[in-house]
C-alpha cells in the first residue's frame, strides 16, 4: 500500500452475482452493509486500491461493483471472477477513531493472552461472535475459547503492548 499504510480486513470477496461484473460481498462490519462506508478496497495481496462504484443489499446479502483507480467499472464477468475469494481491507487511517476503552477486532488479532497470574494462555488466533458476547480463539498448542467480557474475565486489553489480561483458569 501506499507509504506503507497499515490495513484491516473488513470482508472478502464471495462470488460472482449476474454477468455484468458485479460481486457478492460477504462483511465482517456490523451492520455488515458498513463495508460501503469505504470506498477503496485493497483486495487480497495487491497494492493498488480498488474502488466501489455501486453497491446495494441483494437479497440477504451484498454485492458491488468495482474499478481499477479511475478505469470504468469491471463489467466483464470473467475479469471479475479473478477477484473471488480475495479478502477485502481498508487503510487503518480510513476507520474512525474509538472511544476509550474500545478496540478494534483487528487489534486483539495476535494478542499474548496471560492469567492475571502471568500464566501464559496462547496468542489470539481469531474471534467469534456468539450473539451474546464475542469470544477470543486462543492459541497454544491447544485451542480455549475465552469469553470477552470485560471486567468478570478480560482485566486489561493494552494493544500497544500485545497483551490481554484475563481472569481465567489455565486448565480451562
Known amino acids: ?63 458491488a461493483l468495482l474499478a481499477t483507480g479511475d478505469a470504468p467499472p469491471i463489467e466483464d464477468r470473467d475479469t471479475a471472477a479473478a477477484l473471488v475469494g480475495l479478502d477485502v481491507r481498508v487503510a487503518r487511517e480510513a476507520l474512525p477513531s474509538l472511544p476509550d476503552g474500545q478496540v478494534y477486532w483487528a487489534d486483539l488479532l495476535g494478542c499474548r493472552v496471560v492469567t492475571r497470574e502471568g500464566v501464559d494462555l496462547g496468542c489470539v488466533d481469531g474471534l467469534m461472535d456468539t450473539g451474546e458476547h464475542p469470544v477470543l480463539v486462543v492459541e497454544n498448542g491447544r485451542q480455549r475459547l475465552i469469553p470477552f467480557v470485560r471486567g468478570p474475565v478480560v482485566e486489561d486489553v493494552d494493544t500497544g503492548q500485545r497483551r490481554i489480561v484475563v481472569d481465567w483458569d489455565p486448565d480451562f
Open 1 to 63: 500500500m501506499p507509504g506503507g499504510t497499515d490495513t484491516v480486513l473488513l470482508g472478502r470477496i464471495s462470488g460472482l452475482f449476474g454477468v455484468r461484473g458485479w460481486l457478492k460481498v460477504y462483511s465482517y462490519t456490523e451492520p455488515p452493509v458498513a463495508i460501503f462506508d469505504y470506498t477503496l478496497w485493497y483486495l487480497g495481496d495487491d497494492a493498488s486500491p480498488m474502488r466501489v462504484c455501486h453497491h446495494r443489499k441483494q437479497g440477504r446479502g451484498l454485492v
